[in-house]
């Protein structure tokens, strides 16, 4: 399940629905610890993004970085997360201004999450290092980041009514 907001009845909502994943993102994490650890106990373990990396003239939306991303995780508790993963949705064209620096950036991104989060022993091997989260109404930019496989664990994809269900 996707979730964004925390408030009382959102997780008063899925903690009826008991025990599942949750995909958030790092602010959301960090801003609500109380709700995280009430869905915690409820059986629910986390998936969470870095946030956004976007070109788009005047947009200054970034990622957290590796480290700080590895520091919530930590912070928050190892144990209540399944997954990690870089920017969300790059391959929405609108993102894209100079595409040569922009999947550079997503290679050089991925790479030093991978690293980072294998280099740490609290998560070595309890937490996978996904790819950055790929929407599938735009499946045929993803090859354009390149070969990221010694990068990850395991590809992350949602897909939306638009696309092919389920994405080659």
């Known amino acids: 399940c996707l979730m964004q907001e925390f408030d009382a009845p959102q997780v008063t909502g899925m903690t009826t629905l008991g025990g599942g994943l949750i995909r958030t993102n790092r602010n ?40 700080s991303l590895l520091s919530v995780v930590k912070t928050v508790g ?3 997360f399944v997954s990690v993963s870089g920017p969300n949705e790059p391959n929405a064209p609108s993102k894209i201004d100079d595409p040569v620096t922009f999947w550079q950036y997503l290679r050089d991104y991925q790479r ?3 690293n980072t989060f294998k280099a740490d022993p609290a998560t070595r091997d309890t937490v996978l290092v996904l790819s950055p989260g790929w929407r599938f109404d735009k499946d045929e930019m993803v090859a354009s980041i390149g070969d990221i496989d010694q990068w990850i664990d395991g590809h992350e994809v949602h897909t939306y009514p638009t696309a092919r269900q389920p994405p080659e």
Do not use: C, K, W
Not at 43 to 59: C, D, K, L, T, W
């Open 112 to 114: 030093d999450l991978y």
């Open 78 to 80: 190892v144990d209540m």
């Open 28 to 67: 959301a994490v960090n801003g609500n610890q109380a709700a995280i650890q009430q869905l915690f106990a409820a059986g629910f373990r986390f998936m969470v993004h870095g946030g956004v990396y976007s070109q788009e003239p005047g947009n200054t939306s970034v990622p957290a970085t590796p480290a």
